[in-house]
């Protein structure tokens, strides 16, 4: 069948059954339910109008059935792989959160723009001592699922990018955490003590999260189909709307309603099931 209905969260049959009488009833040819993981994931093939799907509690993805699996995986770091922003944790120290943290709101949602709202918050944060980065990963908290999705895609021959519009000093950190190849930020310029209020240009946001996802491919010699891209602020839009299968990761409002392909309940394992990964296959590894 050409379309495949995944639906993930405290599952059991009625929900499933529920499901697939929502598919019949947009006159759909319906096959049997695959538990890919019981009471957690199952997988519906169908034919028919691939409709969204709302289910209370529960993420319903409709995919096409085909080359599911990716080659390549493009990650947006800050409220995705991790649940902070780290802007924001540097702002605490100056006692600035609450108002950095509003335009941290703002540009991902897609109200500002990306540069011009990077270059303000960053700015505020002149003087900062550069001792303070450190004291600021103290606090990074990772998303749960985030170890297993990338040692799942790793095992099974993938190619794991980090890419953030935040800073490489916690980029870094963040890609020898979780097991990524590679990893993509913007440069905090200082002079070994604080902070200089800049970062090294070019900055990068949306264009250049695109251009990475598209440049990866051509050096791995991959279409942009097998590329996985998952983020959830404005900057992420466009590779989103490019890979073969870009998710909304408990995103802002203007990239879920942008982005058909939404998690908005489960944790980052749930894009291993959107792949069609068994629990068997998966590569269970403890959150850091």
Not at 155 to 172: D, K
Not at 187 to 212: M, S, W
Not at 216 to 223: A, W
Not at 265 to 287: N, W
């Amino acid at each position: 069948m050409k379309n495949t209905l995944v639906l993930i969260g405290a599952l059991d049959d009625t929900i499933v059954q529920r499901a697939s009488e929502i598919l019949w009833s947009n006159r759909g040819s319906v096959g049997t339910p695959d538990w890919l993981a019981p009471g957690t994931a199952c997988e519906i093939p169908f034919n028919g109008p691939a409709k969204a799907m709302s289910l209370p509690g529960i993420d319903a993805v409709v995919l096409p059935a085909a080359n599911r699996r990716k080659r390549l995986l493009v990650a947006d770091m800050e409220s995705t792989m991790i649940e902070n922003e780290m802007l924001d944790e540097l702002a605490d120290f100056l006692g600035l959160r609450e108002k950095i943290a509003g335009i941290t709101a703002r540009a991902m949602n897609g109200e500002l723009d990306f540069a011009a709202a990077l270059n303000e918050r960053v700015a505020l944060l002149k003087g900062l001592p550069v001792g303070k980065l450190d004291e600021a990963a103290t606090r990074i908290r990772y998303t749960p699922g985030g170890a297993t999705l990338v040692a799942t895609m790793k095992e099974h021959g993938a190619i794991c990018v980090l890419v953030s519009g935040g800073f490489t000093y916690f980029t870094a950190m963040v890609r020898k955490a979780l097991g990524f190849d590679l990893d993509s930020a913007n440069t905090l310029k200082h002079d070994g003590r604080a902070l200089a209020g800049a970062v090294e240009l070019p900055i990068l946001g949306k264009e250049a999260k695109l251009a990475t996802l598209d440049r990866l491919c051509v050096e791995r010699g991959l279409q942009i189909g097998e590329a996985l891209t998952v983020g959830d602020g404005a900057n992420d839009l466009p590779m989103l709307k490019a890979a073969g299968l870009g998710v909304a990761f408990h995103a802002k409002p203007v990239v879920a309603a942008e982005v058909s392909a939404r998690i908005d309940h489960g944790d980052l394992t749930a894009l291993l099931y959107l792949q069609g990964y068994r629990k068997s296959e998966i590569v269970d590894r403890p959150d850091p």
